[in-house]
């Protein structure tokens, strides 16, 4: 691979992608978005089948839950340009005992520290389930969910923590008030604020 690969030859190869192959029952269709000036890093776990279908990232009710607790517009949502989306699996995975399989072992290794180094004005990664999680935040892996996501500062950490937006996690939501009350209006202050800062003052 060369050194200076850009991001849009880094795509090229990382759509064509076929090492899980043999393990995805829908074949490889890898599904994520991203531009070299984008702010917010979405990090989620995998596609499941709709996305696989569509081609579009949290294209299901999951996205459209994401997108409301992050305060984001469709338009801006899939925008690259402003906000990257790069799951930790990039394809579907098939079922597993209950509900979708995790993300292939294989491709978070062999894609995502290449593709995190050419998004160099990345402010802000909102990680979405236990595996982005588990990723971003190691030294929370193991603890609670809730402990976790309040111990990620929307105001200033550098990565928030987010259960799942899928309508399994609804137990979790009511179990926990505080996460809407009081944790999601300061989250989209937060990606308001980072997508609102000032191009010329962040090299771009």
Not at 3 to 25: G, H, K, M, N, Y
Request: glycine residues 8%; contains cysteine.
């Amino acid at each position: 691979m060369p050194r200076r690969e850009s991001l849009d030859a880094l795509l090229r190869r990382v759509r064509a992608c076929t090492i899980c192959a043999p393990a995805l029952p829908l074949g490889p269709r890898p599904v994520l978005q991203a531009g070299t000036g984008a702010r917010i890093l979405t990090a989620g776990q995998a596609p499941g089948r709709k996305v696989h279908a569509s081609g579009i990232p949290f294209d299901d009710a999951s996205g459209e839950r994401l997108r409301a607790w992050l305060g984001l517009p469709r338009e801006v949502f899939y925008d690259p340009a402003r906000v990257a989306i790069v799951p930790m699996g990039l394809c579907y995975p098939g079922r597993g005992a209950s509900g979708d399989a995790p993300p292939r072992p294989e491709c978070a290794p062999a894609w995502r520290a290449l593709l995190l180094e050419r998004l160099p004005q990345i402010a802000l990664t909102v990680a979405v389930g236990q595996y982005a999680l588990a990723w971003h935040l190691p030294q929370h892996r193991g603890r609670p969910l809730g402990e976790t996501v309040r111990q990620c500062d929307p105001a200033q950490g550098a990565v928030l923590a987010l259960p799942h937006p899928s309508p399994r996690n609804n137990g979790w939501l009511q179990r926990h008030p505080w996460f809407e009350a009081e944790w999601l209006p300061q989250v989209r202050a937060r990606v308001a604020a980072v997508l609102a800062e000032d191009s010329s003052q962040i090299g771009l």
